[in-house]
């Protein structure tokens, strides 16, 4: 899976890294070099699938790692982030389509259009 690196101090939001491959998000932060990271920084998940690593002393200040793809429980295919929430119409054929073409063939998820019709 591929993660973005970003690191946050406060208000104050930079991306560091771009396209890293990790089996993990904990693996991606630990591939690159966290400036001033010790034992004493907390690793958190979030639900998302994001993990953190966090300054006790400043809980505003962390790096974090973001999942720029998902894996789809149906094919296994690595999906866009941003198609993570897509949900078409069972009808909108043309987004279904574009839907498709991040999927495998005969992904159970496209064919049905995400649950909504029977195959």
Do not use: F
């Not at 966290?34 to 953190?52: H, M, R």
């Not at 043309?94 to 999927?103: G, I, K």
């Amino acid at each position: 899976m591929k993660y973005s690196i970003v690191y946050q101090d406060r208000e104050e939001v930079a991306e560091l890294h771009t396209e890293i491959e990790a089996e993990t998000a904990r693996d991606a932060l630990d591939q690159v070099d966290c400036q001033g990271v010790d034992a004493s920084w907390q690793y958190q998940e979030d639900a998302n699938g994001s993990a953190s690593y966090v300054d006790p002393e400043c809980p505003d200040r962390c790096y974090r790692a973001v999942p720029q793809a998902y894996e789809c429980a149906y094919c296994g295919a690595e999906v866009p982030i941003e198609d993570a929430a897509a949900l078409p119409a069972a009808d909108d054929a043309t987004e279904w389509d574009r839907l498709s073409l991040h999927h495998y063939d005969q992904c159970e998820w496209i064919k049905t259009r995400g649950s909504q019709a029977t195959v």
